[in-house]
């Protein structure tokens, strides 16, 4: 009952949207204005049936309801709580319908929320909304039910991928989606200001705290999908530009650049049709990740691979959508001004030159993910991996880098090098001494971590002088977002330099009893016993660590054997000291007595998603600040039109 419950609920809102479209198209016209006051309760309305529909798909996987099709697919009696509940997402069906909830709230707090923008831009805007959930509601309804009946019921399920039971899964998809699909909402603002040609900083403003708000769950996102995959696999790397991975990035790098152009708009009213098409751009990758990872033309421990007729279904919409906006931008954008104009000694043009490399960025990864797929389709298997994106990344990513030390320095519509020159000379000079540094210390680095090094330490330091001298409860907090988001990416950079530079590797066969030497760390292997966990047995290993002869840190990694569905995964063990992490595998148990182990000393890993979380923090004060500054702004405007009402009325 409850799946059929659900399914009906997701049918009325498909029905919803569906109404809230045509509402919307028609109340921008003159005959249809009566339209006007239906089409926001509408909108919340699909995005609470909707919400309704999800809820029953999470009920019918904590009651592991065997009869419906894919939680016997994806689930298992035996399986634990926490991982019942990730499971509901943790797949193609339950994250699609995720994915359509997302993006059914978002338009919803759109209409509850949403009052800066011109009334005629709102009602294209969740019209547009409406139009794009529309697309993935027949992707559900025609293609993936996620409520299908089984006929007879199952007797266990099938279980979820191990790889997939561990609490990352947990946060990861959900954080990832509300980023993914939180750009449909730059895609419809994008959409909407073209029907009305109504750009202006009235429409940046407004488009500017959901455009952050996706980001910075993107960026969590990516965080966590890279610390998951760091301490899961047992492989010790944190990037592999997996495909998957690229597909979250590509969104990321649009979304970055469109935030700091929506940033330009609001305030200096310049770059409108850069703005607008990087809002189209920035779903549009959200769109190709997604295609990537359902169409099945992919293999990855991270993907879906489904059907190609389903990919299928997902490339017509891109099509569509993409298609479409395009069109509309190529016929409406040369009616819409593009703005003021600026000096190239400005802060608007460093914006500019970061908002060009991060685009150069971003076609750099798309290629190198997309040209082995392409090859492929020829008979041509060729893999693309760090020796292409790393080098070619750097050559934009490096000078990006430099210029956003300088650019927050810089004063807005124009100023004087000279001026900056001299407030950047301790940050060159850290650079300079950084860079000597690292070549005497460590000799024998690679250019590229060498290069990192020394601008992560040129960055921490110019990221920090907007606010040296000042009253630091005078800052603004989105002043403070922004130097908290740039501090925060020298230290990943720094993290990922280090990682790339003094990384120690070692790979034994140690019998109980022996020691094995890695970096400054010194481990021996003290026992192998067998455990049993809720759906699992494994076989776990001690290892007693010492840290240059120091005390003892107890290691107990895991060769892990899930038997629905049968699967051998390795659980890795973590030592955590302030300079870095000893990272230890237990494979499999070789001749005489031996044991394979595979150890890794990585100085300074964790900066890398420690700055990750930074640049998200800074994000987040800045949404804050500029929510409250709003706040305040339309308070101000309150009083002054009601005095100015009490005026009248006394006259």
């Not at 923008?117 to 559900?140: D, I, N």
């Not at 309804?141 to 609490?167: K, Y």
């Not at 954008?333 to 000694?345: D, H, I, R």
């Not at 000799?443 to 990192?452: H, K, M, R, V």
Request: charge should be positive.
């Amino acid at each position: 009952m409850i799946a059929e419950l659900g399914l009906a609920l997701l049918w009325f809102a498909a029905a919803f949207a569906l109404l809230q479209l045509f509402t919307g198209l028609l109340s921008l016209r003159e005959a249809g204005a009566g339209f006007a006051g239906s089409v926001r309760p509408v909108a919340v309305m699909q995005g609470v049936l909707v919400t309704l529909s999800f809820f029953a798909l999470i009920w019918l996987f904590l009651r592991t309801d065997l009869s419906v099709l894919l939680v016997a697919s994806n689930s298992h009696v035996d399986k634990p709580f926490v991982f019942k509940l990730a499971g509901t997402w943790g797949n193609h069906e339950g994250s699609m319908l995720l994915w359509v909830t997302v993006m059914a709230l978002s338009g919803a707090a759109i209409a509850l929320l949403e009052r800066r923008l011109p009334e005629r831009t709102m009602l294209a805007t969740l019209a547009a909304q409406a139009f794009v959930s529309l697309g993935f509601y027949a992707f559900l309804l025609f293609s993936s039910n996620p409520f299908t009946r089984l006929e007879p019921a199952a007797r266990v399920g099938a279980g979820l991928n191990p790889l997939l039971q561990d609490l990352g899964l947990a946060f990861h998809p959900p954080t990832l989606y509300l980023g993914y699909v939180g750009l449909s909402v730059a895609f419809s603002f994008a959409v909407g200001a073209l029907m009305t040609r109504e750009v202006g900083p009235q429409f940046a403003r407004a488009m500017r705290p959901w455009v952050l708000g996706a980001w910075i769950f993107l960026t969590i996102g990516i965080t966590a999908g890279s610390y998951w995959a760091y301490y899961e696999l047992g492989w010790g790397g944190w990037w592999f530009w997996d495909p998957v991975e690229n597909a979250s990035l590509m969104p990321w790098l649009a979304a970055t650049a469109l935030l700091h152009s929506v940033s330009v708009l609001a305030a200096r009213d310049a770059l409108r049709i850069w703005t607008i098409m990087l809002g189209v751009v920035a779903f549009s990758m959200s769109m190709v990740g997604t295609f990537l990872v359902r169409s099945g033309v992919l293999t990855s421990v991270h993907s879906f691979a489904v059907s190609p007729e389903r990919g299928s279904f997902i490339l017509a919409l891109l099509c569509l959508y993409i298609g479409g906006a395009l069109v509309l931008f190529g016929l409406r954008a040369s009616t819409v001004n593009e703005g003021k104009q600026f000096a190239w000694s400005s802060r608007e043009a460093a914006l500019v030159f970061n908002n060009v490399a991060l685009t150069a960025i971003l076609g750099i990864v798309m290629v190198g993910t997309l040209y082995p797929l392409l090859t492929e389709a020829f008979g041509v298997r060729v893999s693309v991996g760090p020796p292409y994106f790393n080098p070619v990344g750097a050559i934009f990513a490096f000078p990006m880098v430099a210029v956003m030390a300088i650019g927050p320095l810089l004063r807005w519509r124009e100023d004087r090098f000279a001026r900056v020159g001299r407030r950047m000379i301790v940050p060159v000079a850290i650079f300079a001494i950084a860079l000597v540094a690292a070549l005497v210390l460590a000799p024998g680095i690679g250019i590229l971590p060498l290069l990192g090094l020394a601008l992560a330490a040129m960055l921490a330091i110019a990221s920090v002088l907007p606010v040296v001298g000042r009253n630091p409860r005078r800052v603004k907090l989105a002043v403070w977002g922004m130097v908290v988001g740039h501090f925060g990416l020298a230290v990943a950079l720094a993290g990922m330099a280090s990682n790339a530079a003094f990384t120690t590797e070692r790979l034994a066969a140690a019998a109980i009893g022996d020691t094995v030497a890695v970096g400054p760390w010194d481990v021996r292997l003290s026992e192998i016993e067998p455990i049993a966990g809720p759906n699992w047995t494994a076989l776990e290993g001690t290892m007693t660590a010492r840290y240059r002869g120091g005390a003892p840190v107890v290691l107990r990694p895991q060769a892990r054997n899930f038997f629905s569905p049968p699967t051998a995964t390795n659980e890795s063990a973590l030592a955590t000291r302030w300079n870095g992490q000893l990272y230890a595998v237990l494979g499999q148990e070789a001749d005489g007595g031996r044991w394979q182990l595979r150890l890794w000393w990585k100085p300074f890993v964790t900066l890398i998603w420690l700055g990750g979380l930074m640049v998200a923090l800074g994000g987040l004060l800045a949404l804050i600040g500029r929510v409250i500054a709003d706040w305040k702004q339309r308070a101000i405007r309150v009083r002054l039109a009601e005095r100015r009402e009490y005026r009248e009325a006394q006259a």
